[in-house]
């Protein structure tokens, strides 16, 4: 349900600011808009975002060191005072943190820069001299470098005026050539012919052999400073992860604090607020500004034409959940309706019909509800949780119906003579089960149009209600009728009469009055003819629950044939291998099952959304508004518990 | 050996080698991106890891077929013989997973690859990318339902 926005105005003194934001913060209802003409001053949100970035990067110097988090393990409770209180000494920490990364870090780097010097020399190590002599010389000049031993035959050629010196063996050989000066442009020229790689020696004293044994020397002090540094790190860093993930909350608590009150308008006295409040949350908010100051001016008003609210949703509990599969599409325009109550429930029968197997509805039913009871998930985790939750259970009530039980019959599972499945076996009636997906399928996109019928005449729009809306109903459902009575024998004719009768009255309906804002007749009933060829549009969106069908057997399918599977491996006659067989069937039969629960979960829950999108919203859901965000606390770590909101 | 029999095992064959063949080139090239991505942030490991998953279900539905066929033609234990119609039925039947299966884990695969790299981006939208990825699965299950019933329509 679309909860109507108001727009406040809260005028007060500017000593209140401070004491009174933070108070609105924690009805987390108030979205405040800018109303501050001016730049306004941002030192303080710097300070705070500032603040945010410490603590960020000390979480991520924490984290190798931090203890892992158990996949179930609620997020801790605390209140904003305690992790507030917190803020300082993790400030202290993180800067502490900080620099001994730092100090590491260059550590780390110098330690990669020698290596790669010692590997670069490792292949002079039989230089037999100083390596600063062969850099540079009066009338002499040297290259050296790495000569790709197929070349070395070639050198001969220079022979007349240069010499040259090998100093290693293999494919690629280090070689020292020296020529006189004048001669070493046609040295140049040769060598580029050749495959030759330039080499310089780096700066240092004495022979490559020595300034490797110098380099790796200077490694191991450093490797036992980096080790020194990396205890240092983990002392400073045991056990103060949730104190610095608390402060990172805080910090980020206050910084978006701060972001709001540079939205707010300043006189030299007093402030002004303007912001956004649902109608029903009006009164927690003027509580809030109350406790904290009796000066101040808080008036409300609903938007204006040009204004465009948020949309902000409440439901039920059941239905809640269900607003993040809306979220994913788009949130409902705050003048339209909120799809999400009448989604649910269809949400949740078309799901089990997808995977429609009791044995996977228990496992999934039970490990949502784990996950709700041990991880506390808030958000959108919480909302898919619960989701699948009721997934589950409608998958177990589905699996009853159709009769399976992780692939198996339940006449086989409890020795019942075919009383399952109680309506219909896809398997042996396909067509059947396809009658009930298309059934369902007609239901669930008629009623989209009937939403669509009570948002237009709650707008006062008969015309579309009845000419645009109703008179698809009367279509869709006549000709339903009339092919039911044409195709079954028993039928009575009657009802193939008035089902024609149906559809051609809605048929006129649509071609006479859809172009009602045409005055010319022939326009007006050509563009009604356009709209008749709608007709393919609603038969597509019917077939497309096929589906469900397809879906659901498939499901089976698998599960049918994974049990068989493990049947053969647990069949043969001698018993070693028959007791070998189980044991591997077990854990096989578990790892199969659970891929297949995972992957068919995942596909029933794209289609099942896919059907309420396209389908079901296509007719009347009218999309395009913006989420509500309130001054309140988005924190990451802990969940805050005095919002004295809720 | 009669020509039912060849032609049953053709079809399962083909079943597992052509459905088999696509999700290791799916698999395969989100693997490359996935190492790509986790090589830059070794957290995303995760999430890159359950789409690159995802093209290999093909490999999996192909492989069930292959097996379903074996099993009904009497390949498994070595025994019966089947007539040169069911065998062809068996061969057939085996056409839309291996050819669905090998261009539809192609197909997943590179879904899975882009979104490998919008989770790169952006981590937070890992949810979307997995949906896009399993858009492209339908028609394996597809293949593999219609597969599956014409196997389990031959009566031998």
Redesign the interface.
Known sequence: MIIPMKRVTLVAHQHDEANILKALQATQSVQIVEANAEAPDETALAKAEEQVQKLSGALVTLRPFGPKRGLLTAQPEESVGTIAAKLPEALALSEKLESTARDLASVKSEMEQNETAVASLRPWEHFPADMRTYQSAKSVRYFTGLLAAADVEKLSAIDEYAEYQFFSEGVVRTCLIACPNEEAKSVTNFLKSLDWTDYSFPKMRGTPAQAIASLSAKNRTLADRKKELETALAEQASGSGRLVEDAYDAAVIERDRRYAATELALTSATFQLEGWVPEDKLEPVEQAVRSVTDAYCFSSRDPAEDEVPPSYVENSKFATPFEQVTN?YSRPDPHGIDATPYMAPFYVLLFGMMLSDTGYGIVLALACALLIRLKKPTG?MGGFARVLFWGGISTMVWGVLVGTFFGMDFDTVFGTNNVFPLIVDP?SE?IDMLILCFGLGVLHVLFGVALKMKLSFSRRDWQTAIFDNFSWILIVLGLIAYGASSAAASAPALLGKIGLAAAGCGALMILLFKGRAKKNPVLRTISGLGELYQVTSYLSDILSYA?LF??G??TG??AS?FN??CK?LMGSPILILKILGILVACVLLVALHA?NIA?NT??AF??C??LQYVEFYGKFYETGGKAFRPLGYRTKHVRITDDSAS | MDMGTIYAAIGAALAAVLAGIGSAVGVGMAGQANAGVVSEDPDRFGSCLLLQLLPG?QG??GL?IA??IA?KAGL?SGGASISATNGMSLLIAAIPIAFGGLLSAIAQGKVAVAGINMVAKKPEES??A??MT??V??YA??S??IS??LV?GVKI
């Open positions: 994913m959108a398997m396909p589906r397809a879906l057997i498939a399918v698998i044939v068989d599977l053969m891929f992957i995942l596909g794209v289609h959304a896919r | 279900t999996i539905y069930l097996f379903v099993a498994l949810g979307k997995m949906l399993v858009m699965e339908t299950v597809l593999l339902l599956f019933l389990n």
